[in-house]
């Protein structure tokens, strides 16, 4: 019953580091979503993939990557990590299908480039 | 421009009152609207949904109304408790084949005892 898992929990990274975000769901969702939420932004959608072996951008997608590795992971890759990407990032998953159902989160990555 | 707005002031209540909270769009015609609740450090979670053709739907002390002529849906906790205390996100699907959301900025509830 571990839902979302995100990996690390908290990360420091100076100016033009590089680093992935894990993320991994275990109840077999197809569809995985990568948000990053900043006071007084809201969460907004950084890149996402609708099913295995696709992804795609979502409205703040410049200055990452990302990678369906399989089903079940889904991982966030800054190349050369920049100030303004200091944020919370939340992996999220859905079933998809006829019925959508509400989204499970992860609890977050706490970036912060120095 | 698509936008959903949510009230940023936080709304405060004592405890036994009913909260009510907004949440209004524009330029959208969703299928269905969700809520979510967020605790300081925590992830989203999800609290209901509510399809385009549902009026209204309850949930234990809560209650979610969809309106798609005024573009607005409420969300009600009657017996409020201080434990209701967080930020709550309303959502649309910004597409219904990739099941992506788009996020309104939340209303901070603080219930006091």
């Known amino acids: 019953n571990a839902g979302v898992t995100q990996t690390p929990k908290f990360q420091v990274l100076k100016t033009g580091q590089s680093m992935t975000l894990q993320c991994a769901q275990d109840?077999?969702?197809?569809?995985m979503y990568w948000y990053r939420q900043d006071p007084g932004m809201g969460l907004r959608l950084i890149y996402y993939?609708?099913?295995?072996?696709?992804?795609d951008k979502g409205e703040v997608p410049n200055g990452y990557n990302v990678s369906r590795l399989n089903k079940r992971e889904f991982s966030l890759r800054l190349e050369s990590a920049a100030p303004s990407q200091t944020s919370v990032y939340f992996c999220a998953s859905r079933r998809q299908g006829v019925e959508w159902g509400g989204y499970t989160f992860g609890s977050g990555t706490r970036l912060t480039v120095v | 421009s698509q936008k959903i707005e949510q009230n940023s002031e936080a709304l405060n209540i004592q405890e036994g009152k009913t909260a009510t909270l907004t949440c209004n769009y524009t330029?959208?015609?969703?299928?269905?609207l969700q809520w979510y609740r967020q605790d300081p450090g925590r992830g989203p979670v999800f609290l209901l949904l509510i399809r385009e053709n549902e009026k209204e739907k309850r949930k234990e002390r809560l209650k979610v109304t969809f309106d798609t002529t005024l573009k607005q849906s409420l969300f009600h906790i009657t017996a409020s408790q201080p434990a209701d205390s967080a930020t709550y996100l309303c959502a649309l699907d910004g597409s219904s084949n990739t099941g992506k959301l788009i996020f309104g900025q939340g209303t901070t509830l603080q219930v006091k005892p």
């Open positions: 109840m077999n969702h197809n569809s």
């Open positions: 993939s609708a099913s295995e072996g696709t992804t």
């Open positions: 330029n959208y015609s969703p299928a269905y």
